[in-house]
């Protein structure tokens, strides 16, 4: 059975750091692309990041490129979200998802199809 766990979500002043993990069991991350989305209260659902760990392939969206980076750990099974510099607008639940083995990814939702069930971020002062 596909699992996803997500945890590591917490309060963070802006311009601060946090690291977001995606813990995976039931597959390995080389047969799957693991994706982070975000929905903020009163918005849609946003595609944040994206890796497709068996040919190293990553993407990121325009508002967290350079701020964000995507890395999987295939020993732990595991795949984390580095947020650095952090907003007020990146505050949301974030979500991991699996998607069919690829050699590049997407941020686009219907790709995937197995979900874990968020960590929340806040960022404020």
């Known amino acids: 059975q596909l699992q996803l766990v997500e945890s590591g979500g917490g309060l963070v002043q802006p311009g601060g750091s946090l690291r977001i993990s995606c813990a995976v069991s039931g597959f390995t991350l080389d047969y799957y692309v693991i994706g982070w989305f975000r929905q903020a209260p009163g918005k849609e659902r946003e595609g944040v990041s994206c890796?497709?760990?068996?040919?190293?392939?990553?993407f990121y969206a325009e508002s967290v490129k350079g701020r964000f980076t995507i890395s999987g750990d295939n020993a732990k099974n595991t795949v984390y979200l580095q947020m650095n510099n952090l907003k007020p607008e990146d505050g949301a639940v974030y979500y991991c998802a699996a998607g069919r083995r690829s050699d590049y990814c997407t941020t686009w939702s219907g790709a995937y199809n197995y979900w874990g069930q968020g960590t929340q971020v806040t960022v404020s002062s």
């Open positions: 890796i497709s760990s068996s040919v190293g392939a990553t």
